[in-house]
T-cell receptor
Framework: DTEVTQTPKHLVMGMTNKKSLKCEQH?????MYWYKQKAKKPPELMFV???????INESVPSRFSPECPNSSLLNLHLHALQPEDSALYLC?????????????????FGAGSRLTVL | DQQVKQNSPSLSVQEGRISILNCDYT??????FLWYKKYPAEGPTFLIS?????DKNEDGRFTVFLNKSAKHLSLHIVPSQPGDSAVYFC?????????????FGTGTQLKVEL
């Protein structure tokens, strides 16, 4: 299995709602990532989990709360979001450190969850 | 902090010809550069990478060149095919030991015309 699966594909929520985005991989990767991509912009790193522990938080507002319950799953809990948080949220996974061959450490991305905040 | 720029937001090439996508970076602290391709409503797909100690890597129709003195890299696609039409991102990769830090460039929209 060489895929990263994200659910839901589309989510519409109000500013007072609480919702979650889910991500799953079965490649044995021990690093998992959340990226945010706005229209016509590159993906921007939000969080990195390494061995189920948060290792990088790119100064993301607390209305985004990540969780890594086990080595295969990554969640992003959403609460009190703003309309400007509407974006494509991408999950990715990778090995922690790889060998010397090209491509050993690449991030494998899911198809994303398209979030619209009304 | 690493900044990665792709100065051409779009590129149009005829089928069968060479596509050359360029990328400039500011910080020499990286382990790899990667190229990703992205179709609308899909996640980025890995294409090819180059180690910081190499100056060229080739995989089929794709070749990446790294010029460290100029802080510049390029992706060559030969021959270009209509299915190559997508947004291409170069990205610097730093291995931190606690996950890999991938910083994307601004992207180039490639259109391969018949």
């Amino acid at each position: 299995d060489t895929e990263v699966t994200q659910t839901p594909k589309h989510l519409v929520m109000g500013m007072t709602n609480k919702k979650s985005l889910k991500c799953e991989q079965h490649m044995g990767h021990r690093a998992m990532y959340w990226y945010k991509q706005k229209a016509k912009k590159p993906p921007e790193l939000m969080f990195v989990y390494s061995y189920e522990k948060l290792s990088i938080n790119e100064s993301v507002p607390s209305r985004f709360s990540p969780e890594c319950p086990n080595s295969s799953l990554l969640n992003l809990h959403l609460h009190a979001l703003q309309p400007e948080d509407s974006a494509l949220y991408l999950c990715a996974s990778s090995r922690i450190t790889g060998g010397s061959y090209a491509g050993a450490n690449v991030l494998t991305f899911g198809a994303g969850s398209r979030l619209t905040v009304l | 902090d690493q900044q990665v720029k792709q100065n051409s937001p779009s590129l149009s090439v005829q089928e069968g010809r060479i596509s050359i996508l360029n990328c400039d970076y500011t910080n020499s602290m990286f382990d790899y550069f990667l190229w990703y391709k992205k179709y609308p409503a899909e996640g980025p797909t890995f294409l090819i990478s180059i180690s910081s100690i190499k100056d060229k890597n080739e995989d089929g129709r794709f070749t990446v060149f790294l010029n460290k003195s100029a802080k510049h890299l390029s992706l060559h696609i030969v021959p270009s095919q209509p299915g190559d039409s997508a947004v291409y991102f170069c990205a610097s990769l730093i291995l931190t030991g606690g996950g890999n830090k991938l910083t994307f460039g601004t992207g180039t929209q490639l259109k391969v015309e018949l």
